[in-house]
């Protein structure tokens, strides 16, 4: 489990907020992604490092997990209906 970590932590030196509210929104719009992971890391990171700071990661957290949630009922209520169609024909 030491990868992971460490792939986290390159995308959040590399990218910054945009890594955290990338994997946030993804993970919870459904895409297996480490978003807690994320969320876990960078806020640690922006006690210990001050690469980031606390405030951004919290707000970030909060919209993209929000939004990320929406985006993936809208999916399901979308594609879903189309899915469950086609499995009730069968």
């Not at 807690?36 to 997990?65: D, N, Q, R, W, Y």
């Not at 209520?77 to 009730?88: D, V």
Request: proline share 3%; net charge neutral; with cysteine.
């Amino acid at each position: 489990m030491q990868w992971i970590v460490q792939i986290v932590r390159h995308a959040l030196a590399q990218w910054g907020y945009f890594a955290l509210a990338a994997g946030l929104l993804g993970e919870d719009a459904g895409v297996p992604l480490p978003g807690e992971t994320l969320l876990m890391l960078s806020s640690f990171l922006s006690h210990k490092t001050h690469t980031l700071s606390l405030a951004p990661v919290i707000l970030i957290g909060i919209a993209a997990a929000t939004l990320g949630d929406n985006l993936g009922f809208l999916a399901g209520w979308r594609l879903g209906s189309e899915r469950r169609g086609a499995c009730a024909d069968r």
